[in-house]
């Protein structure tokens, strides 16, 4: 039994050593990530996942795990901004306000699949000029959803969270510990 990793994300990789779980391999999905027309935040994060978990191979024992991170304004998905305009678009949409940040994880082992979905309620402080032109010249808001880490400098822009920090990361570790348990792996 291998342990697939469907995503190239270094935080994912990062949570998971950090419960003691190392992929065998990584194999990022490389799946179109467009919104539906209409499509809401929460199952657009979850028709996501799925199409990643699809998308990877494996043998029928493997257990292939996928997942995705969304940020939601109400009814608005803020996904990765394409540009330090866009950056700053979601940042000054998000300061001073809350909003959820939804990750989906979906798990595959021969014909089983699991699958949770994990949301977070963060608050985002109103936030200077200052601040934002460092954050975008840090350049770190880039292939983040939302336009930002929590795990980095993004983190000194949250005053509150209610739910998973690691989920807002990128991957909750609670939940992904349990999945992998129930898709019978098991680790020290």
């Known amino acids: ?20 779980v190392v992929p065998d391999a990584i194999e990022a ?24 978990l699809d998308a990877i ?14 940020v939601a304004l109400g009814r608005r998905i803020l996904g990765k901004p394409d540009s330090a ?15 959820q940040v939804i990750t989906a994880i979906a ?11 994990q949301v977070t309620a963060v608050k985002m402080k109103r936030l200077s000029d200052d601040e934002l032109n460092a954050y975008l010249a840090s350049g770190e808001w880039q292939g983040k959803a939302g336009g930002y880490a929590i795990q980095g ?15 807002v990361m990128g991957l909750p570790a609670m939940e992904t510990a349990q999945l992998l348990r129930t898709a019978g792996l098991r680790w020290a």
């Open 1 to 20: 039994m291998r342990l697939i990793l469907g995503s190239g994300s270094p935080r994912r990789r990062e949570i998971l050593a950090a419960i003691g």
């Open 29 to 52: 999905a490389d799946i179109d990530e467009s919104p539906l027309r209409g499509e809401l935040p929460r199952p657009y994060c979850e028709r996501v996942t799925r199409a990643k």
């Open 57 to 70: 191979s494996s043998d029928p024992d493997d257990i292939v795990l996928a997942a995705d991170t969304t």
């Open 85 to 99: 305009a866009q950056a700053a678009e979601f940042l000054l949409k998000l300061s001073g306000r809350r909003h």
């Open 107 to 117: 798990l595959r082992r021969g014909g089983q699949h699991w699958t949770r979905t």
């Open 153 to 167: 400098r993004g983190g000194a822009f949250i005053p509150w969270i209610q739910g998973s920090y690691t989920g």
